[in-house]
Nanobody, 121 residues
């Protein structure tokens, strides 16, 4: 499975961005997918995940109520809608896919390249 993340950019605090993660394989529809982020000088952290059919979503406490993860199985794409962005959301955002249908760890098997999100105050 190859993953391609896009949609990052520079936005003012309070603004919105939508990230996309497109997969190359049809089997992507059977995999749980998640978003992670890594800020400068910090470890990569979990942001959100979605099960294979979209039925179960999980979020980090820091983004609950502001971010929404969703997926379009037909397009092999997972989205991360980010609203009410804060400067502390600034990071490189990565998408990852697990081998399983549900999130099973904090370390997906497959990773995409990152996309930079910068939130200015």
């Amino acid at each position: 499975v190859q993953l391609q993340a896009s949609g990052g950019g520079v936005v003012q605090a309070g603004g919105s961005l939508r990230l996309s993660c497109v997969a190359s394989a049809r089997t992507f529809s059977n995999n749980a997918v998640g978003w992670f982020r890594q800020a400068p000088g910090k470890e990569r952290e979990f942001v959100a995940s979605i099960s294979w059919n979209g039925g179960i979503t999980t979020y980090a406490d820091s983004v609950k109520g502001r971010f929404t993860i969703s997926r379009d199985i037909a397009k092999s794409t997972v989205y991360l809608q980010m609203n009410s962005l804060k400067p502390e959301d600034t990071a490189v955002y990565y998408c990852g896919a697990w081998s399983s249908s549900y999130r099973s760890s904090n370390s997906p098997r497959y990773w995409g390249q990152g996309t930079q999100v910068t939130v200015s105050s």
